[in-house]
């Protein structure tokens, strides 16, 4: 089955740096990409990128490319979703969820994290 | 990127009603289109993938179809639990993308 557990909400200034965590239990860490998805109030979510535990292997969609990075702990099968320099907009609820499906077109995200809501506020 | 537009973005419906949601492609993703529930301070819950597959454990009252850049989430029978806001995803290219949402609220 698997589950995903995330790190507790934050609250932040801005220019200040944030690590958040998702961590994985009931399979095998290493064999899925863990994906993180944003959801800003009143918005769509949206695909920020995805890491391989396996090898590091890291995909960002080029709206995050720059601005967040990726990294994960196979050690504690925990990955992390990081920033250097928030921004007001970068609040949101942020999920990590699991990528399953090997071929191209059947890959669908199951489960999913609890979420953890970032607010960046002066 | 493909564009994934839902509608509509909000619905009242009562317990036992039928229900039909569309989510439309900005360009043809085939059969690669994902529906998933959103409920606030719970994790996202996969219902349906590769359009019209029932993810195991998901009731059959959910139901998905299409193909394309036309595809339809149908709730036949909806139960208070049911009330949410549900999603569309494509996974026929990268960047994965969603749809807006659709709130499903009670009348």
């Not at chain 1, 998805?37 to 920020?48: A, C, Q, S, T």
């Not at chain 2, 339809?72 to 208070?80: A, E, K, N, V």
Request: some cysteine.
């Amino acid at each position: 089955e698997g589950e995903l557990v995330q790190s507790g909400a934050e609250v932040k200034k801005p220019g200040e740096s944030l690590k958040i965590s998702c961590k994985g239990s009931g399979y095998t860490f290493t064999d899925y990409w863990i994906a993180w998805v944003r959801h800003m109030p009143g918005k769509g979510l949206e695909w920020m990128g995805s890491i391989y535990p396996g090898d590091s292997d890291t995909r960002y969609s080029p709206s995050f490319q720059g601005q967040v990075t990726l990294s994960v702990d196979k050690s504690i099968s925990t990955a992390f979703l990081q920033w250097s320099s928030l921004k007001a907009s970068d609040t949101a609820m942020y999920y990590c969820a699991r990528r399953v499906g090997n071929i191209q077109g059947l890959l669908r995200f199951d489960p999913w994290g609890q979420g953890t809501l970032v607010t960046v506020s002066s | 990127d493909i564009q994934m537009t839902q509608s509509p973005p909000s619905l009242s419906a009562s317990v036992g009603d039928r229900v039909t949601i569309t989510c439309r492609a900005s360009q043809s993703v085939s059969s690669h289109l994902n529906w998933y529930q959103l409920k606030p301070g719970k994790a996202p819950k996969l219902l349906i993938y590769v359009a019209s597959t029932l993810q195991p454990g998901v009731p059959s009252r959910f139901s998905g179809s299409g193909s394309g850049t036309d595809f339809t989430l149908t709730i036949t029978s909806l139960q208070p639990e049911d009330f949410a806001t549900y999603c569309c995803q494509q996974s026929h290219r990268t960047p994965w993308t969603f749809g807006q949402g659709t709130k499903l609220e009670i009348k």
